[in-house]
């Protein structure tokens, strides 16, 4: 069971379909792990149909989504909500969720992982032209990202594994979000692999001590 979920603005977002696709994916590849978030995506989309029914279409307005969200807290939880089918991994390794098995190919363990650094590989899912990134991220067990901040959001969702920052302790499922504000070194839990999916704005900015000075040369 997750512990960290989307916050409530990023999930509305997925219901409403206004979510870009990296966060997309990683909502949806979380609401294979979270029956908490699928309850609450259940309630955003009958309150969403209500709304459909009763409004002109116009854009939503931030009052407009303030007023959604005070509806969201009234409204009586849906006590089961339809899970995933379960997905079962074929090669070796855990099994991926089936949006992210689809986009990549394969899965985890008959991945062609490209090095990034030392002790991090990707699988570049999708990028953007001003350097956003979505992608599969393995840190070997034990091993740590480099210090880095962020240009813009970036959002982590663990598939397999676990990591820990600052900002506390996340295994499967679980989302970690940061921005320009957060620093923070992601060290991957000592005994197993960890894979993620990692959507990013823009390419992070290292931040260590000897790392900052490859930042002309590291689009990481
Ligand atoms: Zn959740």
Redesign the pocket.
């Known amino acids: 069971m ?1 512990t960290h ?2 916050d409530d603005a990023l999930l509305l977002d997925y219901a409403a379909g206004a979510a870009a696709q990296g966060p997309a994916l990683l909502v949806a590849t ?1 609401l294979t792990f ?1 029956p ?2 699928r309850r609450n995506l259940a309630a955003m989309e009958q309150v969403g149909a209500a709304l459909m029914e009763t409004l002109a279409p116009q854009p939503v307005s931030a009052d407009a989504r303030q007023r959604v969200m005070a509806m969201l807290e009234d409204e009586p939880r849906i006590e089961s909500a339809a899970a995933p089918s379960p997905v079962t991994a074929i090669t070796g390794g855990p099994a991926l969720p089936r949006a992210v098995r689809e986009l990549v190919g394969a899965e985890i363990g008959a991945l062609a992982w490209q090095p990034v650094l030392s002790g991090v590989d990707q699988i570049l899912i999708d990028q953007t032209p001003d350097g956003g990134r979505t992608r599969l991220m393995r840190i070997r067990a034990g091993r740590a990202v480099p210090r880095h901040t962020h240009r813009g959001t970036e959002l982590v969702c663990v598939l397999d594994g676990g990591f820990s920052d600052v900002s506390g302790h996340y295994g499967p499922g679980d989302v970690a979000a940061a921005d320009d504000a957060v620093d923070h070194q992601p060290t991957a839990d000592a005994d197993r692999d960890c894979i993620c999916l990692a959507v990013t704005e823009a390419p992070v900015r290292l931040t260590g001590r000897f790392w900052r000075l490859l930042n002309p040369f590291v689009r990481f």
């Open positions: 997750s979920h989307p979380h979270c908490h978030c």
